[in-house]
């Protein structure tokens, strides 16, 4: 999953990409708020975290601006401003959460973690394909009776793939449910980390299912009989 942090404090912001990418999310982090319009009226972020008090265009201006555009995805507010009056201004502006600074990262987590799970039962209902299960709510994979230990870009790929199985997806799209906007030009980074992903489903064995589309992506598929 794909979340924007807009936050101008440099070591908040880094702090914050950190611990959220170790948490197994694919991060963008940006420092004012026409960056955060921009990115997010071009991609599908499965939630937004912003700063209220950000440069050129604040955290409110930012929230109904994509609200009157129908983007739908969760955001929450992260600021310093703990007045009742700016959590109803921020709640009426159409933010799903608002958490005020200082706060602690294992709430935040879990807030995260709850909007998620309003987009519906399949964000944490277990994933199934090909012998092969993904536990959204633990992070653990299994293939037959094996754990299978991944690191979080190789999860994060495997978690896409099984969310859309059978589907061709692009490396574009993969791109950008998967990694930062880093890396969203690397196309040779998606065919590496698929090339890690294959080695540790198939350790001892197994059938292949990550099909190679050429020229275009890459397909989760049962293997041929």
């Known amino acids: 999953m794909r979340i924007l942090v807009a936050e101008d404090d440099p070591r908040l912001g880094a702090s914050l990409k950190q611990g959220?990418?170790?948490?197994?999310?694919?991060?963008?982090?940006?420092?004012?708020?026409?960056?955060?319009?921009?990115?997010?009226?071009?991609?599908?972020?499965?939630?937004?975290?912003?700063?209220?008090?950000?440069?050129?265009?604040?955290?409110?201006?930012?929230?109904?601006?994509?609200?009157r555009q129908q983007r739908k995805m969760p955001i929450l507010f992260l600021t310093a401003l703990d007045e009742i009056e700016q959590r109803v201004t921020g709640l009426d502006l159409g933010a799903d959460d608002y958490v005020v600074k200082p706060f602690a990262?294992?709430?935040?987590?879990?807030?995260?973690?709850?909007?998620?799970?309003?987009?519906?039962?399949?964000?944490?209902?277990?994933?199934?394909?090909?012998?092969?299960?993904?536990?959204?709510?633990?992070?653990?994979v299994r293939r037959g009776g094996r754990v299978i230990t991944l690191s979080s870009k190789e999860y994060a790929l495997l978690e896409f793939l099984m969310r859309n199985p059978r589907q061709v997806l692009s490396r574009q799209a993969i791109a950008e449910?998967?990694?930062?906007?880093?890396?969203?030009?690397?196309?040779?980074v998606i065919d590496v980390y698929v090339s890690y992903l294959r080695r540790k489903l198939c350790a001892n064995g197994e059938a292949d299912v990550l099909q190679a589309v050429r020229g275009y992506g890459y397909q989760l598929k049962e293997p041929a009989p």
Request: charged share 25%.
């Open 20 to 67: 959220l990418e170790e948490s197994l999310y694919a991060v963008d982090l940006v420092a004012d708020g026409e960056s955060a319009l921009a990115l997010a009226q071009e991609i599908s972020y499965d939630l937004i975290v912003l700063d209220v008090l950000l440069p050129r265009l604040s955290g409110f201006e930012v929230c109904r601006a994509l609200r």
């Open 177 to 188: 449910h998967v990694w930062d906007i880093d890396a969203a030009h690397l196309s040779n």
């Open 105 to 140: 990262f294992s709430e935040l987590q879990a807030r995260i973690r709850a909007l998620l799970r309003r987009d519906g039962a399949t964000r944490s209902a277990e994933l199934s394909f090909a012998g092969i299960t993904l536990d959204p709510s633990t992070h653990e």
